[in-house]
Nanobody, 119 residues
Framework: QVQLVESGGGLVQAGGSLRLSCAASGSFFGVNAMGWHRQAPGKQRELVAT???????NYADSVKGRFTISRDNAKNTAYLQMNSLKPEDTGVYYCNADVHIRAGYLEVWGQGTLVTVSS
């Protein structure tokens, strides 16, 4: 069984910063792409940022220049550094990962961590 555990959410004022972490645990051979998504109240879940094992990254236009995704392959952990936060960044942030298991690749999701940005 593979699990993703997120941490680092909370309440912050506009202009502030937060750092989210996502750690993969369980039985697997490796982790390929990892990503962060978010879901604001009443809206659909949207992609925030992704990073592959080689380090290439991709960002939603709304967070470019403010958010940075990174990973520690030795720890099977991804991070999302969020700076210059805006109220519209409020939502539940979910981590996902493509995990290499015996049967192939499995997409796994975390339980989500709430980020609230006050104006």
């Amino acid at each position: 069984q593979v699990q993703l555990v997120e941490s680092g959410g909370g309440l912050v004022q506009a202009g502030g910063s937060l750092r989210l972490s996502c750690a993969a645990s369980g039985s697997f051979f490796g982790v390929n792409a990892m990503g962060w998504h978010r879901q604001a109240p009443g809206k659909q879940r949207e992609l925030v940022a992704t990073i592959i094992s080689g380090g290439s990254t991709n960002y939603a236009d709304s967070v470019k220049g403010r958010f940075t995704i990174s990973r520690d392959n030795a720890k099977n952990t991804a991070y999302l550094q969020m700076n210059s936060l805006k109220p519209e960044d409020t939502g539940v942030y979910y981590c996902n990962a493509d995990v290499h298991i015996r049967a192939g690749y499995l997409e796994v999701w975390g339980q989500g961590t709430l980020v609230t940005v006050s104006s």
